[in-house]
């Protein structure tokens, strides 16, 4: 998993466990499976998107929406075939030596998002407008995905960190500790670890008001340390029930 914003040799079991296998080999193809795209909540999305795709060497990209009079598995059936997306790790293995590129694609609800890696492939020539992520971050559904110091980055997104900032400090005198608390315990973004060290900004900036107000502070232990574990493609009742985070992720307030 993602320790300081990338991933740990002692996690690494784990990253393939978070990784959900979108390609299919051979013999899983005679027996008809088929790639997996769609996405099911925002935070598996952005963890494929992050730790599997971005963090593998996926960083060029096009995103997109796709029209209300347009059936979004069409699309995905569509773009799939045009570049040859759903092929076995061993083709992707071949191509990548073979000086090709290679791509993923991905979707939530109405928002896709293609990625290639470096190499030769129709992609380049096809897609107008292609963005590097190493210098242009994937923005949707206030998150913010980049690429920097040779790893995945993911934070909260300029303006809906700027939102957030405003109504924290708009409460920060309003409500008591323990309402404060339970809007920390609430937050609405995964603990990667830049949003993180956003969050502890955020509770700085109250407590600053608070303590200048002569009002006790709101205890660090009211931030999670540790993210979910998601598993992006799966109902998302049975990703409720898969959903991991350990308790033990919070910070001791002491």
């Known amino acids: 998993m993602l320790v300081g914003g990338k991933v740990s040799v002692k996690g690494r079991a784990a990253f393939r466990s978070i990784c959900a296998p979108e390609q299919i080999d051979p013999l899983s193809r005679a027996r008809g499976a088929e790639y ?36 979004p598995r069409a699309v995905d059936a569509k773009l799939i075939d045009r570049y040859d997306i759903a092929v ?75 939102a957030l900032k405003a109504y924290f400090l708009d409460m920060a005198l309003r409500r008591g500790v323990e309402g404060l608390a339970r809007e920390f315990y609430g937050f609405p973004f995964e603990p990667y670890a830049p949003i993180r060290r956003q969050q502890f900004s955020l509770l700085h900036g109250v407590n600053r008001e608070r303590k200048a107000a002569g009002l ?31 308790s033990s992720g919070r910070r001791d307030g002491r």
């Open 88 to 162: 076995s790790k061993w083709t992707r293995a071949r191509r990548k030596r073979a000086g090709q590129a290679n791509l993923q694609y991905i979707r939530y609800r109405r928002f896709f998002v293609l990625l290639a890696t470096h190499g030769r492939h129709r992609f380049f020539e096809d897609e107008p407008v292609i963005k590097d992520v190493r210098r242009s971050p994937i923005r949707f559904g206030g998150y913010s995905v980049s690429f920097r110091g040779g790893h995945p980055h993911v934070r909260i997104d300029q303006e809906a960190f700027k």
């Open 216 to 246: 006790e502070p709101v205890p660090l232990s009211c931030i999670w340390l540790k993210r979910r574990i998601y598993r992006p493609f799966e109902p998302p009742e049975e990703e409720r029930r898969g959903t991991l985070r350990d």
């Open 36 to 71: 997996r795209c769609e996405a099911t909540t925002l935070e598996g999305f952005v963890q494929q998107l992050a730790v599997c795709y971005v963090g593998r060497g996926y960083h060029f990209y096009v995103t997109g929406e796709v029209p209300e009079r347009k059936d």
